[in-house]
């Protein structure tokens, strides 16, 4: 029987999921206004940068799986802020496309991403050495 015990403190897997956590915790209330859960927002954000994409391309962008895209894109389109199109060129897939609503939430939400940005106070340098410590860690799981 092992006698270790686990200090919470050194482990990169809690410090990541609470940290997580916490930042979702604290967006939700600034989404809920527009009626946006975290992963809405995140393919939101994804299509803002380039619209008329494919689901392969979102679950790329998003790091979200198939099962929880779909359900997230059903809600968005239910919403009427995406529409699901056949693509001209594969029948088999679908496209993913802004509509005039879903495109106009992206100036109603802009300050949240820089209101967040500022709670957390952290230095360019800062960011940058979190988000290629996370992306490298992302590299080494998938």
Known sequence: MSTKEFDFSEMVCFSLYSASNAMIR???????????TYPQFLVMMSLWNNDSVYIKALT?????DAGTLTQVLKRLEGKGLIKRNKSLVDERAKTIVLTK???SLKDKTSHIFDKMECKIKLSADEQKAITSICSKILLQLR
């Open 26 to 36: 604290d967006y939700s209330p600034k989404l809920r206004e527009y009626d946006l």
């Open 60 to 64: 790329e962008q998003t790091y979200l």
């Open 101 to 103: 609503t879903g495109l």
